[in-house]
């Protein structure tokens, strides 16, 4: 028989199968598959004679009606069946209704129901309790008095009962009388079965004003005088009715008596004893359930101080941290400047020694004869050391204790010895690293103080080495090279033949027959007028041209391979400002250093590495404040530039590409980078970069120079101190007082016309570059060839056609676009996953190792956050209070109403909350990621951040609605449901930040827990709908919520629980299963964004 053919409330055939008489009392044992065997209770002495003997009539009862075919499809709503049937049917506590039964009837066996009498009224159930099945002893012909409500009959002597039988109903006619106390005896059945623990079943009395038998609701037949009320009449579903419940703010004993709840306990309904308060809760006589607002109240202002200080003192953690780190550095920096200023003046001593002793020599180098001057005692002052030659020979210069005092103090000597002995060691370590040992002195450098010693002793070595060369003349620039010995970094050449770059979809030529080569040590300098291709001729030498077809040569140190083989030893300085605001100037720069320096470099060396970037861009006096956001202000336009660089520069580079980086920065700050940028030259560094109409004094400073025109096509390309002799051969001359970059542009821009005596016009300056190289030329450029070829008449003259192009339709021009997006989305995912080999020899961190770091970068950039995360706290709160208030959980349908509410709330506001994880920092990820800085590492740490408020969310949700709504269910596993929701929605809301813009993606997670939980809490839907249900997650969270509050009721309560479960198509045993499938939704979720941010990606 089907689950649905019996109906909502056949399944409980279950809970009212009346079983055996062990040990002097009356069993009643739910039906379920398989054997069973109900404890065994020990035979109580006390009872009479006749009570043993129906117990004995009654004593292979139970394992019949647990193996019936009945109640086999019922077990859905029964987890433990030997706990179930304590907490229902074990009356050893209380058999005196028993003994009442049996005086009153002189046995109970002939008037207990079986399995085809049991199958007749729960079958009936389904239509309602009193919409009997005509049956045998109950028909339109056939009527006794045990038919009534309330009334039973017996078999009679003769009959003997098989209690087994599911398909013949007994005769019973005889003896008819009410129901026994502690009974129930339904309409159109003349039997009667054992009322559960949690019921009460007194029988009834007439009620004149009513003409029902109260305390239930029926009325006995009219027109027969001497039939009066009986006992109980039904027990089914409390939604249904819920007559045989133990009333609220009472508990009953067992099925006969009732008692009001005392002082200090309360009561709910179908209650079997009192359950004590709470401290701090007020629990009055009759109380239904405790009052624990005062708990709610308690954790509101624990939880409000807590935010409140999380909210005003976040930032002064991080600060007080910083404050502490700032002084150690500034201590050793203080230190290093007073030892570098203590070695200037001992060496200013030493040379002013020298100069004296070279002045007495010479004046008294006519007295003494060298031949009069005995040899030992020459070769003596020769091996002694120079101050003891100098206190020989100079005695005055050799002070007293008490001059001492006077003209230098008596530190300085031991200061100097430190010096000297703190440079040695600096120098021997250089050596050490270089030729891959480690000594003793370097094991010693481990404390903040000590690298931070090491760091700005050797800077300050190279600032007295670049004294000399600061204004960076040619004589100063080979000095500075000469002294800085050999480079150690890779070298990188890019050499680039007949490159175009051609736009997919539109065939436009944004790059056309570029030529030439950008050499290690130099700068070069792209520049152009706007469209002439600079920013595109960037990308295609550093791999990063999408949606574009890249054709010609490019060699990497005349090695036709993958520039991207480099990856890890090339720096690209994107246009856009691309930092995170929320961390300081040091942090961002720190952040690069660790994950691109190799990870054999040693921490004092990353950190000289640092310093000397920060003290090149001028970033010392910012180098604590946070860069900032469009929310919160941070530093300037330009030092924000600067830092965009700095970024790139701490992983030294072989090969740097720039996009405008002096764009926004004045003349000062602009020569200052350039100064930081030659430095590298001088490393070897292969720099290239695009700039905008740079001054004169910029100009200079640039070693190559690629002047694009429009169209993509070279005007020039070689060293800059040449490109005015170039000009001049083609007869133009830049005037007096004029910028020669600018006067370039505007002559590649048409506003300025060149002389008519120089007979060349600027379409035709790429065609005389390419003569000039003997490059060929393409045809549709050969009539610009000849001499005097005057440009092009019309508006758009400047622009040199190339083809033709073809006349579309509307929906050719449409379809034309799609092919374009698909093609520039598939070269996207083949750039991401483009893996070419490893060629630049840098062995970088490991993605455990960025991990770590990415886990301190994260944990600072959400304290920094705090108040924020502050607010979704606070919004939680509220919601919990709310929600506890307005939707209290209901007995009737276990808190599925309170439990749907909670689900669309949290995932809402959780899902919302998770967008900001991977929404808000999508181009830094970008620029990391086309770094080589691991993906995983980024993914990973976030998730691990994010769980903190995975954990922290369900508790600050439930401390408020909990504590309002008071459910059955205990509070940890609420929790853990929660828990595992708010682990899934965080997942999914992951998805939605990747796959999608900041609008949609938010609207999205406004909408889809709604309409997802709509769709999971239709009963009556299609069975597509229902199928469709099966997937959605709010239904796992709500059948985990229901199952989890719905064990909570037992006894009277069983009938209820089966039939909510059964409507819901809920099954108690699948609780575990809801939470796996919750977190495997969670971890699927998360391994789809990941691939999505993976190959969704813009590099």
């Keep these: 028989m089907s689950r649905r053919k019996l109906g909502s409330s056949t399944l409980f055939v279950f809970f009212s199968c009346i079983v055996l008489l062990r040990s002097g009392f009356l069993q009643l044992v739910r039906c379920q598959v398989g054997e069973f065997t109900p404890p065994k209770l020990q035979d109580p002495s006390n009872l009479d004679f006749l009570t043993r003997l129906a117990y004995n009539g009654l004593d292979n009862l139970t394992s019949d009606i647990l193996s019936s075919k009945l109640i086999q499809d019922y ?46 009224y729960f079958n009936s159930l389904k239509n309602g309790w009193n919409h009997i099945k005509p049956n045998r002893n109950c028909n339109s012909t056939h009527w006794v008095a ?42 159109g059945i003349t039997c009667m079965m054992p009322c559960p623990l949690g019921s009460y079943c007194p029988l009834a009395t007439f009620n004149p004003s009513t003409s029902m038998c109260a305390p239930y609701s029926y009325k006995p037949p009219p027109g027969n005088s001497s039939h009066t009320c009986g006992g109980a009449n039904v027990w089914t579903d409390a939604r249904s009715s819920d007559e045989l419940f133990c009333t609220a703010g009472s508990y009953c004993p067992s099925s006969t008596e009732t008692k009001p709840c005392s002082s200090g306990n309360y009561c709910p309904v179908g209650s079997t004893d009192e359950k004590r308060c709470f401290k701090l809760t007020t629990c009055d006589t009759k109380t239904e359930s405790q009052d624990i607002h005062a708990y709610g109240i308690m954790l509101i202002a624990a939880l409000s101080t807590l935010l409140i200080i999380i909210y005003n003192c976040s930032d002064q953690i991080l600060t007080t941290r910083e404050r502490r780190y700032a002084k150690s550095r500034e201590a050793a920096a203080q230190t290093v400047r007073e030892k570098t200023r203590a070695r200037a003046r001992w060496k200013a001593a030493k040379e002013a020694a020298k100069k004296h002793s070279q002045e007495f020599r010479s004046q008294f180098s006519g007295r003494f004869s060298k031949k009069n001057l005995p040899n030992s005692d020459q070769v003596k002052i020769l091996n002694q050391t120079e101050s003891e030659t100098m206190s020989d020979l100079y005695p005055s210069l050799s002070p007293t204790p008490s001059q001492a005092k006077k003209t230098e103090p008596v530190h300085l000597m031991n200061m100097m010895y430190e010096i000297e002995g703190d440079s040695a060691s600096f120098d021997l370590e250089s050596r050490e690293v270089n030729g891959k040992k480690i000594s003793s002195k370097e094991k010693d450098i481990h404390t903040h103080s000590q690298i931070f010693k090491y760091a700005y002793a050797q800077l300050e070595k190279e600032k007295a080495q670049q004294q000399r060369d600061k204004d960076l003349t040619f004589s100063g620039v080979i000095s500075m090279a000469m002294d800085r010995g050999p480079i150690k970094r890779p070298l990188i050449e ?69 520039i991207h083989s480099y990856r890890k030893i090339i720096g690209f300085v994107p246009q856009d400002d691309i930092v995170h605001g929320n961390l300081t100037v040091e942090e961002n720069l720190w952040f690069s250093a660790r994950c691109r320096l190799s990870a054999d470099l040693r921490k004092p060396d990353k950190v000289l590495i640092v310093e000397r970037v920060i003290d090149a861009l001028g970033l010392q006096a910012i180098r604590g404040s946070l860069v900032g956001t469009v929310e919160k202000r941070g530093i300037s336009g330009g030092q924000r530039k600067r830092v965009n660089v700095g970024l790139e ?118 065609v005389r570059w390419m003569l000039h190289n003997g490059y060929p030329v393409p045809p549709d450029l050969r009539k610009y060839a000849g001499p005097g070829t005057s440009p092009l008449n019309g508006d758009h003259g400047h622009e040199i056609p190339f083809s033709v192009p073809e006349e579309r339709s509307f929906a050719g021009e449409v379809w034309q676009d799609v092919k374009c997006n698909v093609e520039r989305q598939r070269d996207m995912i083949r750039h991401n996953f483009l893996r070419s080999t490893d060629l630049s020899n840098r062995r970088t961190p490991s993605t455990f190792v960025q991990y770590k770091y990415f886990l301190g970068r994260v944990g ?26 307005l939707t209290k959980a209901n007995d009737m349908n276990f808190g599925f109403g309170a439990y749907t509410y909670t689900i669309i709330a949290v995932s809402l506001l959780c899902k919302i909350a998770a967008l900001r994880s991977f929404s808000l920092d999508k181009l830094q990820y970008w620029r990391e ?87 999971s809490t239709q009963s009556n839907g299609s069975k597509f709908v229902k199928l469709l249900a099966d997937f959605c997650y709010p239904k796992w969270a709500l059948e985990a919520f229901v199952i989890a509050n719905a064990e909570r009721y037992y006894g009277v309560w069983l009938l209820t629980r089966c039939g909510a479960l059964l409507k819901y198509g809920y099954n108690v045993h699948h609780w575990i299963l809801r939470l796996c499938t919750l977190i495997l939704a969670g971890i699927i979720c998360r391994a789809i964004a990941f691939i999505g941010m993976v190959t969704l990606q813009k590099k």
């Design 929 to 1015: 990621s086309a770094s080589g800085i691991s993906s995983l590492a980024h993914f990973v740490s976030k998730d691990t951040v994010d769980l903190f408020n995975t954990l922290i969310k369900p508790v600050v949700y439930l401390s408020m609605f909990y504590f309002f709504s008071n459910p059955r269910s205990s509070f940890a596993y609420n929790y853990i449901v929660l828990l595992c929701l708010v682990y899934c929605v965080t997942g999914i809301g992951y998805v939605l930040a990747i796959f999608l813009e900041p609008g949609p993606s938010q609207l999205c997670s406004v909408l889809l827990p709604v309409v997802l939980t709509l769709l």
């Design 75 to 120: 077990s859905f709503c029964i987890e433990d069946p030997e706990a179930e049937w304590n907490t229902a049917f074990n009356f050893s506590s209380d058999l005196s209704f028993v003994a009442a039964c049996l005086a009153k009837t002189g046995d109970v066996t002939p008037r207990l129901c079986n399995v085809a009498e049991m199958e007749v």
């Design 494 to 562: 890019i050499s680039f033949r007949d490159l175009t770059v051609t736009l997919k979809g539109k065939h436009k030529d944004l790059l056309r027959s570029v030529t030439g080569k950008i050499r290690p040590g130099r700068i070069t300098a792209i520049m152009g007028p706007s469209g002439a291709g600079k920013t595109t001729f960037l990308s295609a030498l550093a791999g990063k041209a999408v949606g574009c077809t890249v054709s010609g040569m490019i060699f990497i140190n005349g090695k036709a391979i993958s």
């Design 146 to 187: 045990g038919c009534e409500p309330g009334w039973a009959c017996s078999t009679g002597s003769d009959e003997h009962t098989d209690f087994k039988n599911i398909h013949q109903i007994p005769e019973r006619q005889s003896d008819c009388q009410s129901c026994c106390e502690g009974f129930f005896c339904p309409y």
């Design 860 to 885: 600072k950039q959400r304290l920094r956050e705090a108040k924020t995360q502050a607010v979704d706290y606070l919004i939680l709160l509220i919601a919990g209070a709310c929600l506890g208030s």
């Design 649 to 766: 520069l701490v992983m030294e580079p072989s090969l740097l590409f720039l996009d405008e980086p002096t764009s926004g920065l004045d003349s000062s700050s602009s020569q200052l980078l350039l100064r930081a940028l030659r430095r590298e030259a001088l490393e070897g560094v292969n720099i290239c970069m695009v700039v905008h109409q740079p001054s004169y004094t910029l100009f200079q400073m640039f070693d190559d120079l690629i002047l694009l025109a429009r169209g993509g096509l070279t005007v020039y390309h070689g060293p800059v101190k040449n490109v005015e002799d170039y000009f001049s051969s083609l007869g133009i001359d830049i005037p007096d007082r004029i910028n020669p970059p600018d006067y370039f542009i505007d002559i590649l821009e048409g506003m300025v016309k060149t002389s008519s005596s120089s007979g060349v016009s600027y379409t035709e300056l790429p």
